[in-house]
Every structure is written in structure tokens, then in C-alpha cells.
């Protein structure tokens, strides 16, 4: 052990001697006594490079230090995890970070990661057999000897207060807040006040910052008190308990950031602690998050029973959730899972909910509320005291079997809870009195009493250190509460809502870029924009917290009553159209001459943004743009919100085929024109055209077009679509441009093309097949769309269940027509089927929007009962029963489809996107907006349109959802060819990499470019270009959000950003990766200052301050976040 630690010492000072070297050397080497232009480039480039190696250097010696230093101390023991543990995996592979990664970083692909439990092995192990458990029906009948503690080893019980607050559910947001929760809040105030002893917490802080608007300065005095004694606290701190299936990872950060600043601003509150005990299955993307903004500890709650069987078997039920792809445990967060049914009362006390409901004493006669076990609550008195605490404590020590320490948590409340002072008095006085009895009883070896989650954790973690708990990687999905009830069915539905959802989150995140960039470019002139009177951060501040209401769990999950889901509706509508008069705004701000003065006018509208909305139900409509006689031309002003130069298809609608653009130099750029169909027909629309052209956007930044009015005899470049209708009988109108229309009355089978893609089509006019133009091989790609229907019987699928009756049924019917445009810039076909306009299109760009096929659906099943529509594609990969899907848009995990579970538990979600592969191929599809996802049968994928179920399903809603609205619904389909004998992950990785072009096609996807529309002159002085990035950082790393905060609160910007690792398999050389190092820098302008701040992702914690224009190494799968003060 000796020489072992003498050497490791020698080694790390050898090390330390030869960095220092190395850097000496290299100094004197490469300066040179003159100093050409060219000299300096590669001076730069080689200083990069050393200190990138020294950075690693350091690390690696960091990690050698620290290796010494726990060789030296006597370090506790290792996790003693085999002693409890029959069952589990545990994988043997090693801990430290594969060869050739950065040492810092934590990420490991090539190698399995080490974690205790592997959930992907958990399911592969789990039976699923659903054995009565007795009384705790689901597990098992837990027996204690009553030897487990004595006066060294005593039970601590905490009983947790809390209220669970759903911001809109059968109610609307503001109408629970008015009918519920002010009552709520006012009651904790008073209640709290009355008794040190009592504790409560509190999660939602879009109901807290209503509520403290209106309470008078004494009683936000007396919170503040509450919450410093440590009596009142704010678990989570999110705006909302955000969904984790649906939600992308940019919301979830966004709403958490905006609970979190205004528990900063108004309570100098940094929360530790998280509880999520309603989201419907859970993800290691929130734990991800949570733990980057530096909270501690995370409880969950709905997992699919047999796993917390399982895991409660075990004594695993608290470990630490670590991150598929982590390598060293840095991203371990310490998470407690409850074990039972629910959270509500009788669900929380231990395994028998028919005592446990006889301590909730808001059921007790009189209160309107009763047991379903039918033995109500007895008000505790001098006379029961003792029998009723020998049963409550019965069952809180059966509950600490299932855990490792003598710790036990009691939640106490459930939803809505504690409106009335008497449910304060009759919850806090009744448990009083059975603590004060057991508190006297030292025989008893307990001691109980009110706590916060704060207080409980700080008692777990003071019995034995989180480092000795289990490690855990993987998710929780798809959530099961009873039999076969999985809760697959909200992963889709109302997609209508789930799409307004993503096009509010790029409207957001776009809008704040612009803004901020607006704001920090012009510094003299830019103070306008946020100051209040121009009103444009209320907007900015409003819409957030429309979008971060949104994620709430009954909300994005399309889980809430009609009225409720409009009424979400109406304030995302609102919302978009803020950010749209913002956008402009800052667009207008950006290109506006910096030799003049600016004179802001923050009502007044310069661009159209083309993308209008009538109303909150209605599908998005392009702007008519006009020229001709009088108006001879239209300024158009593209914006790209993304870190990488843009080259993709613009599509604009104009009044005539007479017209051509230009780009700012005046040169007039190749464009399709093609005619606008009417809906639901083969009519074409008259004095409707669309105009195709190739674009060119800077990273970040806005460039301008001109649509100008030409004469039709003039020689002009524009290609026309060539048009075809194929099994077509009747009347083809014609228009100006589109006199000849090829029209046969026969179904055949036909194929578009691109450079890279050669596609065919069945008689139907569905995909049938890919050819990749480079290597020649074809790939059958069958697509269609199939319909699932309810199962009969009292259980039947509803807003959050999928409940089928029987696999698929191919949807058939009579023959339709099928119209092909053919062009340079693009292709497409487009058919009809009951229920679905299906439209595929295949661009020739060497842009993002190249990469596979476009599909959009426009699905209306409103006519149906009981139907649920999926999308279909088969192919001949061979993926044996492996399949892989996103989580949040963060990351990629792996699923298995397994036999012994119902089909509804092989549905997954799909926020962005899921791809099966093979030793040759990969088949991704990407969404636009998050929907339900299977691989049913080896070589599918199935996406899941939308669903109608006319019954409700029994979890509280009451109603069924009945209230479809046809949305254009967009995918990419994205066949790629893996090099060969490649791989990119580890044979059993339980984590996948998304292919740079799925990475790629998804942000593009998600982030479209911004078309605006000038109200204005063409001749108006305006400058045509504003483009901020100097160096593109690399298509892997992504500015998440440049957000300004508002100045009562911090006057700085925010900005986080994010490395996606991908594939290796699978290069696209038009879209280069980064080389790891980021110069903030030379991302977004300079004009904040030289130096920012390190900081959590939140901004709740600040950390170093460091230099902005070095380059500074990005762990992959991590996001960083920094403050640029003013
Ligand atoms: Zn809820």
C-alpha cells in the first residue's frame, strides 16, 4: 500500500514537471522575433491547442491528487450494496472516462457505465406478474419482528404537510387560485404562525407569485420569517410540476429558471430540495437539470408498480439517479422514490391504506370527504391516544423496512388540501398529539414530529452518506398505477396543443436571442428596450410564463378539461404574438443605420412575421405577400436563430407568378414557382402561388431578400413545378403559369429525386422505398397508417390511458387522387386517405432541411369513435427488438420490446425523435412536436397522430377527448448508411447517439427561420445585414438561451449552452462538429464586457469570474451556463 501511494505521487509530480515544460518549450519555440499575419494564426492556433492540453493536463493531474488523497485518508466504505442485494446487475466495467476523452468530462459511450442498477436490466428481469400483495395490494405483506430499533437505533418520523396545486386541471389556472389555493396560502400563514412546531411545503410557484401580489407588505414579512425559521419550504421552486414525457428540455429549464429568479428576487430562497409526485413517469433529464442548478435531492413518485416493488424488495427505493452516459458519477442526485400506490394519505403512512385513511383527519365525519375502506378517522383524545399511535406507528415502521435508513417520510396532504383553517386544525392537532404521546414514550424508540423535505433529507443524510446508496441509471417510463393501465395514451394527446407548444418554445427562445443581442450590441442606444415603459420585457416575462405554465402535468399532457385546455390555449396565442411584435422589434432595432440615432417606438409594427394565427384553435396561415402594378417590390428579412450558416428553402406566398428575388447584392437567386392548392381538393387556388427560394442566413443573425414584380414576357430564371395528377378523372382547372398539368387517370407507381435520395411511391402514392444515390443501395420503406380501437368494458382508453383492444388495422380505402410537383429546389407528392392529408417532400439543398424526407400530416379523426391513428413505417433493419427514443430532447436512451408486457407499455415517449438500426443502417424519424412512440414488430416504427376517445378513463378528468383539431403535424424521415463495421456505443450502452443528421434535421426543425415581412419602403434605410458570429462554434454545440433578466432583478444576460455528442458512425461533412472548445466570445458580441461569470443553470448560484475570449472546453452531453453582467 505504501510503495502504491509513493509512486502514485512520483507519478503525478513527473506529470506536473512535464506540463510545466511543455509549456516553457513550446513558448520559447513558437515565438518568432517577426511576426507575420499568418504567423499569428497559427501562433493562436497552437496556443489553443496547449491550452487545451494543459487543461487536460491539469485535470489529469486534479484526478491523480484526488486518487492520492482518498488512497491516503481512510476513505469510507465502499457502497455496501451486494449485502442487500439479490437481484440487481451490477456491472463490472470500469469508472474512469475512456481513452481519448476529456478527462473533465464525464461522458462514456465506448464502455457500458458503471451503475449498481441498470433499469433497461431491471425490466429485462421484472416479470410483471402483479401478484395480490394483500393489503399493500401491489407489494407484498411487509412484517416486522418489533426488535428492529432500540434507544441507539430509534425511528424518526417526519410528517410532511403539503397541498398539490395543478395550475389548471378541471379547473383553469386562475379559477383554482380564486375557488382554492388563495384560501390555501392565506390558511398557511395564520396556521403556520399559530405553533413553531408545524411544518409545511410548498412546490408551485406560479400559484405563490399570484397570491403574493395581493397580500399586504406585514404578511410577506411574516412568510419570509417562516421560510428563514425554516417552518414554510419551497421544494422545486419551478414555475409549475412540469410533465417529463412531452416537455423538451428547453422548457423544463425555462420554467424552473422562472420560478427560481423570482424566489431569488422576492425571497432570497435558493430551493434544495425537489418533489415531483404527479408527473406521469419520470426522467433523468430533470435530475439532470436539477442537479446543474445545484439542487440536492429529488422525491418521485409515479413509477409503474412492479418496478418500485422491486426496487422497495431491495431496499433500493432512495439511490442515486445517474446519467446513462456518466462515467464518474458526477451527475449522481440523490432521489427518494415513495413506494405506494399514491400520494395521497392512505397512500403515504406505510402499506396499508385502510389504516393510513384513518390518519387523514380531513376525512374525519363531518368534513365531507370519507374512507373508501370504509373505517373513518377517530378525532385522537386522551382515551385512544395510545391504540390509534400503536397503529400509525405500525405502519411508518413497516414503511422503514423498505428503505435503508431509520429515517421515514410521511407526506401529509393531497390535492387542494388545507383551504379550510378547521382541515389545519384537525391534520396538525390530532398528529400533534399522537407525536407528544410517542415523543414521552422512550419504550417506544421514536421520535416524530412535522418536517419539511429539507428536514427530512438532512436526517437521511447525517444516518449514512448518499456515496452509500445504490447507483441508478435509466427512466421511468411508461408509467403503469394498476394492472395493465398504461399511461401511454397522453403522450399524444390533443397534439394540436403539443405542437403550439414547440412553435411557442422557438418563438421564446428566438425572440430572447434577438432581444439580448439587441440589447448588448447598441449599448448607448439600447436602454429602451428594456426599460418598462416600452413594455417589450412584460411581454417577454409574460410569454415565459405562459410556456412554463404549459409544462405543467395536466397541461402539455393534454390531460385537462376542454375549457382549461382553451384557456392554455388563449395564453400561448397571446404569447406567440408577443414574441412575434418583440421579434420584430429587435430585428428592426438590429438593422436600423448605427450612424443615426435611434428613435425607438416599441407600438409600432415594422415586419409581418408570416405566420398568423387567427385563433388559439386554428391552423397557422402564410402572409399573401403583394406585388405588382404599385408595388414594384418587398424587403424580406430572414432570421436564423441557430449557431450554424443556414443554406435552405424559403417558401413565400405571392399574389403572382410573375416575380423573382433577389439577394442584397442584387443578384437575382434560382426559384421555384408552384401553385397553391385549395384544401381538401385538387382545385387550384386562384392569385395564390408559392415561391421557393435557396437561402442564405448567417449564424444568429438576419439577412435580407427582395421579391420584386416582373412583366410576363420577361426572361426570368424562376423554374416553374411541373405538375402531375396521377388516378385523376375530372376537371383540371388552370392558372396563369400552370397552363399544362400532366393528368392520368390510371394509379401507378411512380419515384422523386434529389441529389443524394432517389424515393418511390406505391400506386397509393405512399413511401415505399429509399435509394441513397451514393452508394446505390435500396432500402425498403413502407409507410402507412393503421387504427387502434378502445377495448370495451368498464376500463377504456382515455386521455392519459392507452388501452387497444387488438393490434393495428391497416386503414383502406378507395383509391385517391396523388398530385406530384417535381422542381430543382424541390419535390413533392401529395395524397389523401380518410382522415389524413399526407404530404412527403424531398428538398435539393445541401442544407439541414435536405437531410430525408419532410413529411407533414394534417390528421382530422373528428368524425371517428374510439380511434386512435398511428403512422407506420416498415423497413427490412434488422433491429431484433431494440429500438431507441429521445428524453427531452436531451438525450437518447435504449428500449427493448418485450413480450411479456401489453403493447400500451411498449409506447414511449417521443419529444424529438427515435431511430432502430442495424449493422448497416439507421432509420430515424424526427418530430416537430412530442407524440406517442412504438417499434411494435422488428423493422417499425410507429408514430401515434392523434386520438379521440369518447369515455372518460377514470384518473379524475371526467370527460373523454373529444376535441380534435387538425394540425399540420411534420416529421423527417432520415435513412442513413453506417460506415462500415463502425460502432458508435458500446454492444449493451443503454443510452444511443443521435446521428449528426438527425441532430441537425431536428434543430432545424424546431427552429425554423424566421421569414419577416417589411411593412415599410423597399427603399427605407435599412441595413441588410446583421450577423454577430465571427467563429461558428461546431453543429454539436447549441446556444440553448440567451435570456436578458429583467433589470429589478439582475442586470445581465444569461446565456446556456449545450454540446450534443452524436454518432460517429455516421459523418456528414457539410455539418462540422466542434473541436470542444468553446470562445463565447466569438459567439455572441463583446459588447457585454470582457468577462462573465460561471453559473448554475438556473442563475441561482454564481460562480468564477472568467475571461469571455478564450476558449473554454465543453463537455459533451453537458450544458454550461454563464452571466454576462452590464
Ligand atoms: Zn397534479
Known amino acids: 500500500m505504501r510503495v502504491r501511494k509513493m509512486s502514485a505521487l512520483v507519478g503525478a509530480a513527473l506529470i506536473l514537471g512535464c506540463c510545466l515544460i511543455l509549456y516553457l518549450m513550446m513558448d520559447l519555440a513558437v515565438f518568432p522575433s517577426d511576426i507575420h499575419d499568418n504567423k499569428w494564426v497559427q501562433f493562436e492556433g497552437r496556443l489553443k491547442q496547449l491550452e487545451v492540453d494543459l487543461h487536460r493536463h491539469h485535470e489529469t493531474v486534479g484526478k491523480l491528487k484526488h486518487t492520492i488523497k482518498q488512497l491516503i485518508s481512510n ?18 466495467s470500469a469508472t474512469t472516462p475512456e481513452a481519448g476523452a476529456d478527462v473533465s468530462c464525464s461522458i462514456q459511450f465506448k464502455s457500458v457505465p458503471r451503475a449498481d442498477i441498470q433499469m433497461l436490466d431491471v425490466y429485462k428481469e421484472l416479470k410483471f406478474d402483479n401478484i395480490d400483495g394483500g393489503a399493500w395490494k401491489q407489494g407484498w405483506n411487509v412484517e416486522i419482528s418489533g426488535q428492529e430499533w432500540d434507544k441507539h437505533n430509534k425511528l424518526k418520523v417526519f410528517v410532511v404537510p403539503h397541498s398539490h396545486n395543478d395550475p389548471g386541471w378541471i379547473k383553469t389556472f386562475e379559477d383554482y387560485y380564486h375557488s382554492q389555493t388563495r384560501n390555501i396560502l392565506n390558511n398557511m400563514v395564520n396556521k403556520l404562525s399559530e405553533d413553531p412546531r408545524r411544518k409545511f411545503i410548498w412546490a408551485e410557484i406560479s400559484f ?3 397570491w403574493w401580489d395581493e397580500i399586504p407588505i406585514e404578511t410577506k414579512e411574516q412568510v419570509k420569517k417562516l421560510v428563514s425559521d425554516g417552518q414554510l419550504e419551497i421544494v422545486t421552486g419551478g414555475w409549475v410540476m412540469n410533465d417529463e414525457a412531452n416537455t423538451h428540455y428547453f422548457s423544463m429549464l425555462l420554467q424552473m429558471m422562472e420560478g427560481h429568479q423570482w424566489l431569488l428576487s422576492q425571497l432570497e430562497f435558493k430551493p434544495r430540495n425537489s418533489w415531483s409526485i404527479d408527473p406521469f413517469g419520470q426522467s433523468p433529464t430533470m435530475a439532470y437539470l436539477l442537479k446543474r442548478m445545484g439542487l440536492e435531492n429529488l422525491l418521485i413518485q409515479r413509477v409503474h408498480y412492479s418496478v418500485k416493488k422491486y426496487l422497495a424488495h431491495n431496499k433500493n427505493l432512495e439511490f442515486r439517479w445517474r446519467q446513462l452516459w456518466d462515467g464518474n458519477g ?19 403512512c406505510g402499506p396499508d391504506p385502510k389504516i393510513c385513511c384513518q390518519f387523514d383527519f380531513r376525512r374525519l365525519p363531518g368534513f365531507g370527504i370519507s374512507c373508501p375502506w370504509k373505517v373513518p378517522p377517530q378525532v385522537i383524545k386522551e382515551q385512544n391516544v395510545a391504540h390509534r399511535a400503536g397503529m400509525l406507528l405500525e405502519q411508518y415502521r413497516k414503511k422503514a423496512q423498505l428503505y435503508r435508513t431509520n429515517v421515514i417520510l410521511a407526506p401529509l396532504g393531497d390535492d387542494f388540501r388545507y383551504d379550510h383553517a378547521s382541515e389545519w386544525d384537525a391534520q396538525y392537532n390530532n398528529y400533534q398529539k399522537i407525536f407528544d404521546y410517542w415523543n414521552s414514550k422512550p419504550h417506544l424508540y421514536v421520535e416524530a414530529q412535522f418536517g419539511t423535505l429539507n428536514d427530512y433529507f438532512n436526517a437521511v443524510r447525517e444516518e449514512r452518506k448518499p456515496e452509500r446508496f445504490p447507483s441508478l441509471s435509466g427512466d421511468f417510463f411508461t408509467y403503469a398505477d394498476r394492472d395493465d393501465h398504461y399511461w401511454s395514451g397522453y403522450y399524444t394527446s390533443r397534439p394540436f396543443y403539443k405542437r403550439m407548444d414547440r412553435v411557442l418554445l422557438t418563438y421564446i427562445r428566438a425572440t430572447e436571442l434577438l432581444f439580448s443581442l439587441g440589447w448588448s450590441t447598441k449599448q448607448s442606444s439600447s436602454d429602451w428596450l428594456l426599460a418598462p415603459e416600452s413594455g417589450l420585457t412584460k411581454l417577454l416575462s409574460d410569454a415565459r410564463r405562459s410556456l412554463s405554465l404549459f409544462q405543467h402535468h395536466d397541461a402539455i399532457t393534454g390531460t385537462a378539461k376542454d375549457h382549461v385546455v382553451e384557456d392554455y390555449a388563449k395564453k400561448m396565442l397571446e404569447a406567440i404574438n408577443g414574441m412575434q411584435h418583440v421579434m420584430q422589434q429587435a430585428a428592426h432595432f438590429l438593422l436600423s443605420s448605427p450612424r443615426v440615432p435611434y428613435q425607438p417606438n416599441s407600438e409600432f409594427v415594422y415586419f409581418d412575421l408570416d405566420d398568423i394565427r387567427k385563433h388559439h384553435y386554428s391552423i397557422p396561415e402564410k402572409t399573401v405577400v403583394f406585388v405588382g402594378e404599385g408595388l414594384e417590390s418587398q424587403r424580406i428579412v430572414l432570421y436564423n436563430s441557430l449557431t450554424w450558416r443556414r443554406q435552405e428553402l424559403v417558401t413565400l406566398r405571392v399574389s403572382t407568378p410573375n416575380v423573382k428575388v433577389t439577394n442584397t447584392a442584387g443578384t437575382a437567386v434560382t426559384s421555384q414557382i408552384s401553385p397553391v392548392f385549395q384544401e381538401l381538393s385538387d382545385v387550384i387556388a386562384d392569385s395564390r402561388y408559392d415561391i421557393t427560394f435557396m437561402a442564405d442566413v448567417p449564424p444568429l443573425g438576419l439577412t435580407t431578400y427582395f421579391l420584386h414584380a416582373v412583366r410576363p414576357a420577361q426572361k426570368i430564371e424562376n423554374v416553374m413545378s411541373r405538375i402531375k395528377l396521377l388516378n385523376f378523372v375530372g376537371y383540371v382547372p388552370r392558372v396563369e403559369g400552370f397552363e399544362y398539368i400532366e393528368v392520368a387517370d390510371e394509379a401507378k407507381e411512380f419515384s422523386i429525386h434529389n441529389d443524394h435520395l432517389s424515393v418511390a411511391f406505391s400506386e397509393q402514392g405512399l413511401l415505399k422505398a429509399v435509394t441513397l444515390k451514393d452508394s446505390g443501395v435500396t432500402v425498403p420503406l413502407h409507410l402507412d397508417f393503421a387504427r387502434y380501437q378502445a377495448r370495451q368494458g ?14 393495428a388495422e391497416t386503414v383502406a380505402w378507395d383509391s385517391s387522387p396523388v398530385r406530384i410537383l417535381e422542381g430543382p429546389l424541390f419535390s413533392q407528392v401529395h395524397m389523401h386517405l380518410p382522415g389524413v392529408q399526407h404530404t412527403v417532400t424531398l428538398v435539393n439543398t445541401e442544407g439541414a432541411d435536405s437531410l430525408g424526407l419532410q413529411v407533414q400530416n394534417v390528421v382530422d379523426i373528428s368524425d371517428q369513435v374510439n380511434c386512435e391513428l398511428t403512422m407506420r413505417i416498415s423497413s427490412s433493419i434488422k433491429n431484433g427488438d431494440d429500438f431507441y427514443t429521445d428524453l427531452n430532447g436531451l438525450q437518447i436512451i435504449r428500449r427493448k420490446r418485450f413480450s411479456k ?22 432509420f430515424t424519424i424526427v418530430t416537430a412536436q412530442p407524440l406517442g412512440v ?14 379521440r376517445l369518447n369515455q372518460d378513463d377514470n384518473r379524475g378528468l371526467g370527460q373523454g377527448v373529444t376535441d380534435n383539431k387538425p394540425l399540420p403535424a411534420t416529421f423527417r424521415l432520415i435513412l442513413e448508411q453506417r460506415q462500415p463495421s463502425c460502432q458508435g456505443t458500446a454492444t449493451d450502452h443503454p443510452a444511443g447517439l443521435s446521428t449528426i443528421a438527425a441532430h441537425v434535421a431536428s434543430l432545424s426543425l424546431l427552429h425554423p427561420l424566421f421569414h419577416l415581412l417589411w411593412l415599410g419602403k423597399t427603399s427605407d434605410n435599412l441595413e441588410s445585414h446583421y450577423a454577430p458570429v465571427t467563429q461558428e462554434p461546431g453543429c454539436d454545440i447549441h446556444v440553448v438561451m440567451l435570456h436578458t433578466f429583467p433589470l429589478q432583478s439582475k442586470n445581465a444576460a444569461g446565456l446556456i449552452v449545450h454540446r450534443q455528442e452524436t454518432d460517429p458512425c455516421f459523418p456528414l461533412e457539410q455539418f462540422p462538429l466542434s473541436n470542444g472548445l ?31 475570449n478564450t476558449a473554454r472546453p465543453v463537455c459533451h452531453m453537458e450544458m454550461s451556463a454563464f452571466l454576462f453582467p452590464r
Not at 457502497?79 to 446487475?89: A, I, K
Not at 458526477?330 to 403515504?348: Q, R, V
Not at 468553446?1078 to 441561482?1100: D, I, R, W, Y
Open 934 to 947: 412504438g417499434s411494435l414488430k422488428e423493422g417499425q416504427i410507429e408514430v401515434m397522430q392523434d386520438r
Open 208 to 210: 405563490f407569485s399570484l
Open 75 to 92: 476513505s469510507p466504505a465502499p457502497y455496501d450494496y451486494q449485502q442487500h442485494s439479490n437481484h440487481t446487475v451490477v456491472t463490472t
Open 794 to 807: 368498464q376500463e377504456r382508453s382515455g386521455a392519459y390511458l392507452f388501452l387497444p383492444d387488438r393490434e
Open 901 to 922: 408486457l401489453p403493447l400500451q407499455a411498449n409506447y414511449y415517449p417521443l419529444p424529438t425523435m427515435a431511430f432502430i438500426q442495424d449493422q448497416k443502417f439507421r
Open 330 to 348: 458526477s451527475t449522481d442526485l440523490f432521489t427518494h422514490m415513495m413506494p405506494f400506490y399514491s400520494y395521497d394519505i392512505p397512500h403515504t
Open 1078 to 1108: 468553446l470562445n463565447v466570445s466569438s459567439l455572441v458580441p463583446t459588447q457585454f464586457g470582457n468577462t462573465m461569470k460561471e453559473a448554475t443553470l438556473s442563475f441561482l448560484e454564481e460562480g468564477k469570474t472568467v475571461q469571455k
